[in-house]
């Protein structure tokens, strides 16, 4: 089984309604973040969580929100979905600072 | 300028080698990493070099880095067509940090 999982693996929905993301990780790690990426321009980041009670904006928060429900799982949520996010969303986790992240598998979001 | 650079495109010939280049801007990067993406599907660690290293070899796999310069190879030996995909390089600050910065991706096309 995948160290990282993701849900759904796409998603296709319309201006303004609100979806959620979800990612969970077996691989017993404290930290999580979220991506998107966007062709041509790389993985950009979204929001990052050192542990349960810790969460922080990345380089692009804006128009999202996250949830650390336990170690184990964190969620990415659209309150108001909007066509300029349409990507692919990508969650990971590392044992710590300076450590290696694991990627999930993505999910690709279409906002219609 | 961008923290982290690569060429968008590289096409070889299946059998040949694959040189893949990167450069940074931040001195203070401790952890270089290369990323391998298959279409449709997530991010697959490669490999890392810390800063203090100069090369990295792992089966055909070579990493190559010049602190000086802030230049980062990855070269693929003996190219197959399994290896086309679009390959990132990151940097990171190192421990304490959250961050990983990423290039635009390199996407490597195999002629057979």
């Known amino acids: 089984d995948a160290d990282v999982t993701q849900t759904p693996r796409n998603r296709i929905t319309k201006t303004g309604k609100r979806i959620m993301l979800e990612c969970s990780q077996t691989k017993g790690h404290d930290r999580m973040y979220w991506y998107r990426q966007d062709p041509g321009l790389g993985l950009r980041l979204i929001y990052y969580s050192f542990d349960v009670k810790d969460i922080n904006k990345g380089e692009i928060s804006d128009g999202y929100s996250v949830s650390r429900q336990a170690q184990a799982k964190f969620s990415l949520s659209l309150e108001s979905a909007i066509p300029n996010q349409t990507a692919l969303y990508f969650c990971?986790?590392?044992?710590?600072?300076?450590?290696?992240?694991?990627f999930g598998p993505g999910t690709r979001l279409l906002v219609l | 300028g961008e923290d982290v650079e690569q060429s968008l495109f590289l096409s070889v010939r299946e059998g040949d080698s694959s040189v893949i280049n990167c450069t940074y801007t931040?001195?203070?990067?401790?952890?270089l990493y290369w990323y391998k993406q298959e279409p449709g599907a997530g991010l697959q660690l490669l490999t890392y070099i810390f800063s203090n290293m100069d090369m990295k070899q792992d089966q055909r796999l070579t990493v190559l880095l010049n602190k000086k310069d802030k230049h980062l190879s990855l070269r693929i030996a003996d190219t197959q067509t399994g290896d086309s995909a679009i390959y990132f390089c990151?940097?990171?600050?190192?421990?304490?940090?959250?961050?990983?910065?990423f290039g635009k991706g390199t996407k490597l096309s195999v002629i057979p």
């Open positions: 990971a986790t590392s044992a710590g600072g300076g450590e290696t992240q694991y």
């Open positions: 990151a940097e990171s600050k190192g421990a304490g940090s959250y961050q990983l910065t």
């Open positions: 931040d001195s203070s990067s401790t952890y």
